[in-house]
C-alpha cells in the first residue's frame, strides 16, 4: 500500500529502488508518527472534519498501536511503502471509514517533518543522562588524581608539566562545549512544522497552535515554506551537534590509545578491558577505545554527507531528503553505543603515579626553571638565552617543585567552576 496510489501497478524495480531501507528505518520512527497522529487526529475533531465519535475511535485505535510498537508487535512490511501508509491501512482495516479520514489536511512531507522533529528532540535529551555521566566521571578522576604529574605535549614532543587532573578535566569541559551544541539543535528541531503539508499549507481551518501543544513542541514553524525548507537542516544541525560530541571522545579514545602503548605507559585498564593477539601472546590491545576513535570519526563526517547531500536543492520537497534517514538514524545508535562504552570502562581506568621520575621527562620543567629566573629581575629574552644554553650543554638540572596557581593550572582546576558551568549549560 501507497499513500500515492492511484490505483495503477509500478515497476517492480524502481519500487525497490525508490522504498530502500524505509521500512526497517520507520520502525524507530514510527512511535513518533503515531504521537503526531494522534495530535493531529484530534486536532480533526476541534475543527469539526471528524465527528466525536470518530474523533475517540481514532486516538484509541492509535493508542493501540502504540502499544503494540511498544512491544516489538508492529511490523512494517511488504507490501507497505513506510510508517505512514502501515498506519492508514491499521486505522482503515480496524475503523472504516473514520480511517480514510486522518490523511485529511497533512501530507507525507510534514509527517515525517514531524516524526523526525520528535525523534532528534527524544534522541538529543536522551543524550543527557550519558553525557552528563561521563562529565561527572571525569570530574570524579580529576579530583581522585590531581596531584599526579603527566607529560604535556606539542607537536608530540615534551612540553611542559600537565597533571591527570587537568587531562580528566580538560575532557569533561570540553564536553560543555558539545552540550552547546546539541541544546542548540535541539530548539531548532523543537519548532512544529506540522500544518505545512505538502510544504504550502491547507485550505482547511487547521489549528497548529494546538497541534504545537498536544505534542511538547516549544513553537512553531509558522511559515509553511520555511517549515520544509527544515527538512535537511534540521537533521545536518543535529548531525554538528553529534559530530562535535563524537571529536570530544575521539580525541580522548586516541589519548588513550596512545598513553597504553609501553613507550608511554601512562595508564592501563584491567585485562577483560582488552583484547589478545591470536599470534602474540603477550598483547593487551585498546581495541575497545580504538573502535571508539573509528566510529567517532565516521560520526564527524556526517554533518559534510549530509552537506553533500542537501546543497543544491531548491525549496520544496524532493525524494533526495530520504536519504537523510539511512545516514543520521545509524549515527544516533552509533554515538549513544560510544558514550555508553566509554562511560562504563573509564571508571576502570588505572593511572601510573610515577611516570615523570624517568629522566627522559626532565626537560618538562625547563620553562617553569626559567619563569624563576624572570621572577628573581632577569628578563624574559636572557632568561630564555641562558636556560637554552644550560640544556645545550647538559648542565641542566630540573627543579621539579611546581607552583602553578592561576585559574585552569594544574594547581588550580577550577573543579567546582567547570561543574556549574555544565549545570547552566543544560538550560541554555
Known amino acids: 500500500m501507497k499513500l500515492w496510489d492511484k490505483g495503477g501497478t509500478p515497476d517492480e524495480r524502481m519500487d525497490l529502488f525508490t522504498v530502500g531501507n524505509d ?6 520512527l514510527v512511535k513518533y508518527d503515531l504521537i503526531a497522529s494522534r495530535a493531529h487526529a484530534e486536532m480533526l475533531g476541534r475543527i469539526g472534519i471528524l465527528s466525536a465519535s470518530e474523533t475517540e475511535a481514532l486516538t484509541k485505535a492509535l493508542d493501540a498501536m502504540m502499544e503494540e510498537v511498544e512491544d516489538g508487535k508492529f511490523s512494517i512490511a511488504p507490501p507497505f511503502e513506510d510508517m505512514h501508509s502501515k498506519i492508514e491501512f491499521e486505522l482503515t482495516e480496524r475503523l472504516g471509514e473514520a480511517g480514510k479520514k486522518i ?45 599526579i604529574l603527566l607529560p604535556g605535549y606539542t607537536h608530540l614532543q615534551v612540553a611542559m608539566p600537565s597533571s591527570f587532573g587537568l ?14 551544541m546539541l541544546q542548540a539543535a535541539f530548539r531548532v528541531a523543537d519548532q512544529n512544522p506540522l500544518g505545512s503539508a505538502a510544504g504550502y499549507g491547507s485550505s482547511f481551518p487547521i489549528d497548529r497552535d494546538f497541534t504545537t501543544r498536544q505534542m511538547g513542541f516549544t ?83 556526517l554533518p559534510n554527507q549530509l552537506s553533500l547531500l542537501t546543497t543544491n536543492l531548491p525549496s520544496g520537497y524532493h525524494r533526495d531528503l530520504q536519504m537523510t534517514k539511512p545516514l543520521l538514524l545509524p549515527a544516533v545508535e ?90 547552566q549549560a543544560w538550560t541554555v
Not at 23 to 28: F, G, H, S
Open 103 to 147: 490523511h485529511t489536511a497533512r501530507s507525507r512531507n510534514d509527517q515525517i517533518l514531524v516524526a523526525l522533529q520528535l525523534y532528534l528532540k527524544d534522541s538529543i535529551s536522551g543524550f543527557h543522562d550519558q553525557i552528563q555521566g561521563l562529565f561527572d566521571l571525569l570530574l570524579e578522576l580529576a579530583e581522585q588524581h590531581k596531584d
Open 219 to 301: 513553537t512553531q514553524k509558522y511559515n509553511v515554506v520555511a517549515a520544509q525548507m527544515g527538512r535537511g537542516k534540521v537533521e545536518r544541525l543535529a548531525a554538528m551537534a553529534m559530530a562535535s560530541v563524537a571529536g570530544t571522545l575521539g580525541k580522548m579514545a586516541m589519548d588513550i590509545c596512545l598513553y597504553m602503548n609501553q613507550n608511554f605507559g601512562f595508564i592501563s585498564f584491567p585485562e577483560e578491558l582488552t583484547t589478545g593477539s591470536s599470534i602474540m601472546p603477550h598483547k593487551k590491545n585498546p581495541d575497545l577505545f580504538e573502535l571508539v576513535r573509528a566510529k567517532c570519526n565516521i560520526i564527524q563526517g
Open 334 to 423: 552509533e554515538l549513544k553505543s560510544c558514550l555508553e562504552i566509554t562511560l562504563s570502562s573509564l571508571g576502570r581506568i588505572q593511572v601510573n603515579s610515577d611516570i615523570l621520575e624517568d629522566p627522559i621527562y626532565d626537560y618538562l620543567f625547563s620553562v617553569d626553571s626559567m619563569d624563576s629566573m624572570i621572577q628573581k629581575g632577569i628578563s624574559f629574552r636572557d632568561a630564555y638565552r641562558k636556560m637554552a644554553a644550560q640544556i645545550e650543554s647538559g648542565t641542566y638540572t630540573p627543579e621539579k617543585r611546581l607552583k602553578h596557581t592561576h585559574k585552569g593550572s594544574l594547581g588550580n582546576l577550577c573543579l567546582d567552576e567547570i561543574r556549574t558551568k555544565m549545570d
Open 23 to 28: 521500512r526497517e528505518l520507520d520502525q524507530i
Open 167 to 180: 587531562w580528566f578535566s580538560a575532557y569533561a569541559e570540553s564536553l560543555i562545549d558539545d552540550v552547546y
